[in-house]
């Protein structure tokens, strides 16, 4: 009977753990039991979390930041089609898990963030130029689409994070002709460079040849006859204290020395002419 016993409880606890279902619910998601194909309103964290399997399960969604990536084509504020890769950063608000399981699904990748984005960069890439893209309008036009998206999705419990508009391929015939603008940009700046270093030039020459004319004049004004006789004067003097023979012819205004230079010995005979004028 002992032995009866035993077996019977052993036979129940079988049956109650076969009957009982688990699920870990992993860090960075959150758990929401259906039962009878409705879902509760509270989340279960991370942890081991148990349910009977006959009538309810636990649906995981990931409350990390998840990158979905598109590839899509948007157009442009003069028509054009651009080629374009785009990541959407995104996060589910784990309290509003319950509500997107019930209102959207598992699916809401597809069903929600992909729709919404698609609306929000044909209505926000329409408002620019293709060459913006290019630009520094880029992180403009990436700013404007993640604030339309959450316009739509602030009340989903999705949170977008970023968008990243990660690559651009514009039409071959506009990609030339940015490329020439560039050049011919560049080509103005450098004309605009030597003409402003030949500028800088001409008037460091200007500034010199201003120099040179203000020193000459003030050294003919300060030339005068009163001052060009006063020198010679005093180089009379110093010609008339040397021991050599002179002989000094004057018109009675510029005197002019002549000067043996050799003195009183008759083998060196030269002359020296000093005139002052």
Not at 30 to 43: E, I
Not at 153 to 169: C, N
Request: hydrophobic residues 40%; aromatic residues 6%.
């Amino acid at each position: 009977m002992k032995n009866q016993s035993v077996f019977k409880h052993f036979g129940l606890l079988l049956v109650a753990v076969i009957l009982t279902g688990c699920a870990t619910v992993q860090q960075g998601e959150v758990g929401v039991k259906r039962t009878l194909g409705k879902y509760s309103d509270n989340t279960y964290t991370e942890g081991l979390r148990f349910y009977f399997p006959l009538t309810s399960t636990i649906v995981k969604i990931s409350t990390q930041t998840e990158n979905m990536e598109v590839a899509l084509s948007i157009p442009s504020k003069e028509g054009l089609n651009i080629r374009s890769e785009v990541s959407i950063l995104y996060n589910v608000q784990s309290k509003e898990a319950p509500e997107i399981l019930r209102n959207i699904g598992k699916n809401y990748e597809r069903d929600l963030i992909l729709p919404v984005f698609r609306s929000s960069v044909s209505d926000v890439s329409s408002r620019f130029f293709a060459k913006d893209m290019h630009t520094g309008q880029r992180a403009t036009i990436e700013q404007a689409i993640k604030e339309q998206m959450m316009t739509y999705l602030q009340d989903k419990g999705i949170l977008v994070e970023a968008v990243l508009l990660k690559s651009i391929v514009l039409p071959a015939s506009l990609a030339r002709a940015i490329e020439e603008k560039l050049e011919a940009e560049q080509g103005a700046q450098r004309m605009e460079f030597v003409l402003q270093q030949s500028q800088q030039e001409a008037e460091q020459r200007r500034i010199e040849a201003i120099g040179i004319r203000d020193a000459q004049k003030i050294i003919a004004e300060g030339l005068s006859n009163e001052i060009l006789q006063f020198k010679s004067i005093e180089a009379f003097l110093e010609i008339a204290k040397s021991p050599n023979a002179k002989v000094i012819i004057s018109d009675g205004d510029m005197p002019m020395i002549m000067e043996n230079i050799g003195g009183n010995n008759p083998s060196a005979t030269g002359l020296q002419n000093t005139s002052f004028q």
